[in-house]
């Protein structure tokens, strides 16, 4: 079983309706005891920084996401929520991992929105990938390049496609509307 996290940011129903085509049961929660039973998390999200961490304070979920060991992904603001900070609300994230988020200059071209590919990928996130593979963004901050960076993309300057620490991975793109790249990228994750 899949656990969802349930804090309200948006996109939760599409990440379940993309698990549910792979034949993958999932459950939208924010209780830990259900968290810790769960063979792997999914930590999507489209919203605030700032309210979004608000919610996971709420419900003493930051120490619990922390302490996960399984296998668990970040998407799109889950991503950038896992970060140190994000320049969005003055936001201090959750830390997992050691960069921080940025809004992308010039603020006439944000957000960045639709189809990219990756400059590099690696990792098995990344299984019958390729690097000219086009994934779907919509995003006006992102993650800079640091030492778990799995995969970046180019939009006005480089950053983050996706990260990658112990069991933590974080993607900015969005692989539940990526077509059958999302979809190999998820079942990559299910298979883990």
């Not at 919203?47 to 922390?66: D, T």
Request: hydrophobic residues 40%; proline residues 4%; glycine residues 6%.
């Amino acid at each position: 079983m899949i656990a969802i996290i349930k804090y309200n940011a948006g996109n939760v129903s599409s990440v379940q309706n993309a698990l549910r085509s792979l034949g993958c049961d999932s459950i939208i929660t924010n209780d830990i005891s259900t968290l810790k039973k769960a063979d792997k998390i999914i930590f999507p999200g489209v919203g605030a920084a700032s309210s979004a961490m608000n919610y996971l304070r709420e419900k003493s979920l930051v120490e619990a996401i922390r302490g996960i060991t399984k296998p668990f992904l970040g998407i799109c603001l889950g991503q950038q929520l896992m970060c140190k900070y994000s320049e969005e609300g003055d936001t201090k994230c959750l830390g997992i991992f050691d960069t921080v988020v940025k809004l992308f200059p010039p603020k006439n071209k944000v957000p960045h929105i639709g189809w990219n590919n990756f400059e590099n990928i690696k990792g098995s996130l990344f299984k019958q990938v390729l690097p000219t593979d086009d994934v779907y963004f919509v995003h006006s901050y992102y993650t800079e390049i640091c030492q778990h960076t799995i995969a970046s993309c180019n939009y006005i300057n480089p950053f983050s496609a996706a990260l990658n620490k112990d069991n933590f991975f974080a993607t900015q793109f969005h692989p539940e509307k990526s077509s059958l790249v999302g979809k190999q990228i998820l079942k990559n994750f299910i298979e883990l």
